[in-house]
């Protein structure tokens, strides 16, 4: 019997990383998890996804309680006694990326899941970059923006992934001691990307 393994995707804004992810997953026939965590942790929790989502938006990362401006009591339960900050919101969608993992195979794009996952073997972790101006190519062409637009918007989420990430993990994001494979989908483009990783985990998991 085949052993369960999971596939993680960092990724900078424009390298394509979210389709390389899904192409990846469905090539593997695993399940897929990006943005999809933000609604599942929002039903299990009975919480507002606007919580989780603005945790994703946020820019600013402290050692005094994680993001300025997300603070506050609610009163839904079952969380009504909990002071809801961005460490209460890390802790409700990394367990529902560990109950996801228990079952089955799965792939998840962002949320720290490399850290959230570190004490399973069975774990590839990925980074994804690319070249600035093909990443301001896919930007402007995704949001109908100029190039000039397009740039700023990449700068700002690399700053904001990078807070995010460093603040929860306590490593450092994109860089290549945080993973196991750092790729720039500029070299290869995205099909033979998804080819590469496809051949490391088919060794890696022997499948």
Same mark, same amino acid.
């Given at each position: 019997?085949?052993?369960?393994?999971?596939?993680?995707?960092?990724?900078?804004?424009?390298?394509?990383?979210? /389709?390389?992810?899904?192409?990846?997953?469905?090539?593997?026939? /695993?399940?897929? *998890?990006?943005?999809?965590?933000? @609604?599942?942790?929002?039903?299990?929790?009975?919480?507002?996804?606007?919580?989780?989502?603005?945790?994703?938006? @946020?820019?600013?990362?402290? /050692?005094?309680?994680? $993001?300025?401006?997300?603070?506050? +009591?609610?009163?839904?339960?079952?969380?009504?006694? *909990? *002071?809801?900050?961005?460490?209460?919101?890390?802790?409700?969608?990394?367990?529902? !990326?560990?109950?996801?993992?228990?079952?089955?195979?799965?792939?998840?794009?962002?949320?720290?899941?490399?850290? &959230?996952?570190?004490? =399973?073997?069975?774990? $590839?972790?990925?980074? !994804?970059?690319?070249?600035? =101006?093909?990443?301001?190519?896919?930007?402007?062409?995704?949001?109908?923006?100029?190039?000039?637009?397009?740039?700023?918007?990449?700068?700002?989420?690399?700053?904001?992934?990078?807070?995010?990430?460093?603040?929860?993990?306590?490593?450092?994001? +994109? &860089?290549?001691?945080?993973?196991?494979?750092?790729? =720039?989908?500029?070299?290869?483009? /995205?099909?033979?990307? &998804?080819?590469? !990783? *496809?051949?490391?985990?088919?060794?890696?998991?022997?499948?």
């Amino acid at each position: 019997m085949k052993k369960d393994y999971f596939i993680t995707i960092g990724r900078q804004l424009g390298s394509g990383g979210r /389709i390389i992810g899904e192409k990846l997953a469905a090539r593997l026939g /695993i399940s897929f *998890y990006d943005k999809e965590l933000i @609604q599942i942790a929002a039903q299990e929790s009975g919480l507002g996804k606007e919580y989780f989502e603005q945790a994703d938006e @946020q820019k600013g990362y402290s /050692i005094f309680g994680g $993001l300025f401006g997300l603070r506050g +009591g609610i009163s839904e339960e079952p969380f009504s006694t *909990y *002071y809801l900050n961005n460490e209460t919101l890390f802790k409700i969608q990394s367990d529902v !990326i560990r109950r996801l993992a228990e079952k089955g195979s799965c792939l998840f794009v962002g949320r720290c899941a490399d850290y &959230v996952l570190a004490d =399973n073997p069975r774990c $590839l972790n990925i980074f !994804i970059y690319a070249d600035m =101006n093909d990443r301001i190519k896919r930007i402007a062409e995704l949001q109908k923006n100029s190039p000039e637009k397009a740039r700023d918007y990449a700068e700002k989420s690399d700053k904001k992934r990078a807070g995010y990430y460093n603040y929860f993990s306590n490593k450092e994001w +994109g &860089v290549a001691e945080s993973y196991h494979l750092c790729i =720039n989908s500029s070299v290869l483009g /995205i099909e033979e990307t &998804v080819d590469l !990783i *496809y051949q490391l985990a088919s060794k890696r998991f022997d499948l």
